[in-house]
Nanobody, 118 residues
Framework: QVQLVESGGGLVQAGASLRLSCAAS????????MGWFRQAPGKEREFVAR????????YYADSVKGRFTISRDNAKNTVYLQMNSLKPEDTALYYC???????????WGQGTQVTVSS
């Protein structure tokens, strides 16, 4: 069992920054990849960014490339999402997920809300 707890969301104005955190506990070794996803009201959940625990290899959705940075602290079993130059369209519930591959995320957190006002 893996527990993922997100934090760091909030209400900010356009152009501001936020840093989300995802603390993992339990059988964390079974997750090779950690990802961030988001879901806006009335829309499907979409991929934001991912990182591998071992090598730190990252990958981003085009919509956030250059603005968001994913990182990890292996000692703390924590993954971060630094979000800069936030836009109103970034408003969503952000989820942290752990997976064995980039196409198989089996562990999910409860989400943290990010709201960006114009």
């Amino acid at each position: 069992q893996v527990q993922l707890v997100e934090s760091g969301g909030g209400l900010v104005q356009a152009g501001a920054s936020l840093r989300l955190s995802c603390a993992a506990s339990g059988r964390t070794r079974r997750n090779v990849i950690m990802g961030w996803f988001r879901q806006a009201p009335g829309k499907e959940r979409e991929f934001v960014a991912r990182i591998t625990w071992n090598s730190g290899t990252t990958y981003y959705a085009d919509s956030v490339k250059g603005r968001f940075t994913i990182s990890r602290d292996n000692a703390k079993n924590t993954v971060y999402l630094q979000m800069n130059s936030l836009k109103p369209e970034d408003t969503a519930l952000y989820y942290c997920a752990g997976g064995s591959t980039s196409r198989a995320y089996g562990d999910w957190g409860q989400g943290t809300q990010v709201t960006v006002s114009s």
